[in-house]
């Protein structure tokens, strides 16, 4: 049942949210003074999407570990060999584990839903660059998938933002894309 409700709810989200988002043309990356975590940057981002869920109306008091059990977070950095969308995202990305300090993975779990945040921090801001080149790779190889799938999710792949700021790497597929720059913009000063 809890499976059911948690694909339900995914469903209802992503079909009664209207398309806040907005691209990263012509944004100018600014340079990160502030270190901050990963993790936090992270468990800010779910936050706004256990809000975003709330606010559209799914809220019948669950936790927010049962309201986000749709979604799969992965540790870039200490990637189980073993689990396949990790394996699927780092032979389609090529990415080199080498140049990360720390790196998350936050996705849908079911292929219904296009949302996927990647936050990344770079050993060295030299690196930086190197690393959205991969997640470059890993948007295209979303929108060969979602143009010929869900238009619905097609629209959100389209309206992705990709950007650095110091160290640090931002990848976000996602219906409220503005809330999850701004959370990345704020955590990073």
């Known amino acids: 049942m809890k499976k059911v409700l948690g694909i339900f ?50 809220d ?19 990637a189980k060999t073993d689990d396949p969308m990790t394996q699927i995202f780092m032979e389609r990305t090529d990415l080199d584990k080498d140049l990360l300090a720390e790196g998350l993975m936050f996705g849908a779990m079911f292929n219904t839903n296009s949302d996927e945040i990647i936050v990344l921090k770079a050993k060295n801001e030299k690196d930086t660059e190197s690393l959205k080149a991969f997640l470059q790779k890993e948007l295209d190889a979303q929108i060969q998938t979602w143009e010929r799938y869900l238009p619905d999710q097609y629209e959100k ?23 999850v720059e701004k959370i990345f913009d704020e955590k990073i000063k």
């Not at 944004?27 to 901050?36: H, I, L, Q, R, S």
């Not at 019948?60 to 200490?78: A, H």
């Open 9 to 58: 709810i995914c469903a209802m989200v992503i079909f009664t949210m209207v398309g806040c988002s907005g691209s990263n043309d012509g944004k100018k990356d600014e340079v990160a003074t502030t270190e901050v975590s990963v993790k936090d940057i992270m468990d800010s981002i779910k936050g706004q999407i256990v809000q975003d869920i709330k606010d559209a109306g799914f």
């Open 157 to 179: 792949v389209k309206n992705n933002v990709l950007k650095t700021k110091g160290n640090y790497v931002l990848y976000a597929t996602y219906e409220n894309v503005d809330a």
């Open 60 to 78: 019948e008091g669950q936790s927010d570990e049962t309201i986000l059990q749709s979604y799969m977070e992965t540790n870039l950095v200490n």
